[in-house]
């Protein structure tokens, strides 16, 4: 495998982006959520940062989008970094098999969700950030800002009371784990959280930056270590079996890295000691991943040769 810096990322993002715009008209933008809808269905953009600090992007790259499930990510890590393995207690790490906001599995074990990425599961997680912090939706987001210099990113004010009046779902899930124990904070206070995580406005540019710790193994990128080695290592495993919703053994196929998507049309992913790459685009196949982004990402590791693999 050739070094991060001998390759020609802005062809390869120009390639991305032909196979990106092929797909035209396939899948559909979220509208269970109302504000997601309002996105312009035709936008892509997708950036690459090296862990050498080399930053490229095309189309869109930086105009923001909603980052949905893709926050689950960094709720993940920085629970895992302020409590460390405590937080396997109350969720595991097995791919669901279901999708991502269903209620079925959760009845049969015990309010214990199958993994942090599923809604149940980031629950969990943002439950037990919130108690970690004081708060978990501003933990989030100071941690982008932080990573990406983008002082401005922000969540979504309308997103996120979209995402609350129309929470049903969440709600539900949120309540059955409180039943088995499972939350230590007030559900509507959990729920308010994870919308205003959930909500957050960000760009393929800030979410590379940001991500890319995850290529470092751990470190951010003013150097300091937010994460050892061994947990960089273990997230990156997890985001390769449940990032990608019920298709995670698909996206395996075709793309082959680590990877977290969300209903607003982004998908970061990891080239672990390499690079953190983001792709967007608004229509979403079945499953929920964006067809635009994983079409990109599967050229762009297809082309350069990069994947976990
Ligand atoms: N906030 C969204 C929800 O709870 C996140 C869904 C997603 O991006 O997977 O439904």
Known sequence: MDAAHTLDFP????????????????????DYIPALAEADPESFGMAVATVDGELYGVGDWRRPFSVQSISKLFTLALALSHGGDELWRGVGREPSGNPFNSLVQLESEHGIPRNPFINAGALV????????????????????????????????AAVAASEAAHGHRNAALAH????????????????EHYYAHCAIA?????????????????????GSRLMTRSEAKRVNSVLLTCGTYDAAG????????????????????????????????????????????????????????????
């Open 11 to 30: 062809r390869l993002l120009e390639a991305a982006e032909a196979a990106a715009r092929a797909t035209a008209g396939q899948g559909r933008v979220a």
């Open 176 to 191: 059955f784990i409180a039943s088995h124990d499972n939350l230590r904070n007030p559900v509507e206070d959990v729920l």
């Open 125 to 156: 997680v943002t439950d037990r950030l919130l108690s970690l912090t004081g708060d978990a939706a501003g933990a989030v987001r100071e941690f982008l800002r932080r990573e990406s210099g983008n002082d401005q990113l922000d969540t979504d």
């Open 202 to 222: 960000t760009s393929c540019r800030d979410l590379v930056l940001a991500g890319s710790f995850l290529a470092r193994y751990g470190v951010r990128t003013d």
């Open 250 to 309: 698909e996206f395996a196929y075709r793309v082959g890295l680590p990877g977290k998507s969300g209903v607003g049309g982004g998908i970061l992913a990891i080239i672990p000691g390499r690079a953190a790459v983001c792709a967007w685009g608004p229509r979403l196949d079945r499953a929920g991943n964006s067809v635009a982004a994983v079409a990109a990402l599967d050229s762009l590791t297809t082309l350069s040769g990069y994947s976990v693999f």
